[in-house]
């Protein structure tokens, strides 16, 4: 079976000693401490809201390809907090989901509400990077880093004051917690084959932690699901690709939270 994850993590490491070689971290540094920006709570906005939806603008995946090609960011995201968005996620990786650091830009220019820098971060560079361009949140995903990696960029990412979400795919992953994890999400696509089963947020919640906000992941169109999940623990789900397939993905958020709000 063809290992996705492994190729986009690849990819990302050589795009990223690209980067550094164009415009060198030491440069990032100065720029960040010039550009202030009041920093937005993910984990605050999860904790306290309905529904907790995470938004997520996607145009295509490595698996489907193309999901919504010509989709305006400024317009989607727009649309997703004008309809109920507890946070917005952003896919920033160009190579596999069609995104960019631009539509990082587009989107906190206007959000009143927290965005997250959805990316694989594989090198600190990113997460500097990330506060560069004021996104307020970052994500972690275990299966693409090492346990220590996981603690530094941890430790990096709260400096800078960036909430960190910690992506896990299995029960192995837990390892990688620390107490620092307030936010844990459980993706349930398998990042190796990108197969997808929501069972995995169920079969995980028990082994995660009370006190964190805790996130499922990919996967989720029945609002149905959200119930059950929050039953179990969760208070966040990220959704894309079932709100970015139709032609106006922020109708389709306020349908689905209409139908969590007849429950």
Known sequence: MKDILSDIVAHKRAEVAAQK??????????EIERNTYKTLS???ALAKDDFGIIAEFKRKSPSKGWIHRDADVREVTTSYRQNGAAALSVLTDE?????SLADLDAVVEESNIPVLRKDFIV???QIYEAKLHRANAILLIAAAITKAECLRFTEIARQLELDVLLELHDEREIEYIMPQHSLIG???RNLGSFVTTVDKSFEMAELLPKNAVLVSESGISDPQTVRQLRQVGYRGFLIGENFMK???????LAEFIQ???AS
């Open 21 to 30: 070689a164009i415009y060198p971290l030491d440069s990032i540094y100065r």
């Open 42 to 44: 993910l984990h605050e």
């Open 95 to 99: 190579a596999f989901f069609g995104g």
């Open 123 to 125: 090198d600190e560079y």
């Open 186 to 188: 459980v993706n349930n």
């Open 246 to 252: 139709n032609g106006s993905p922020g109708e389709s």
């Open 259 to 261: 139908s969590l709000q």
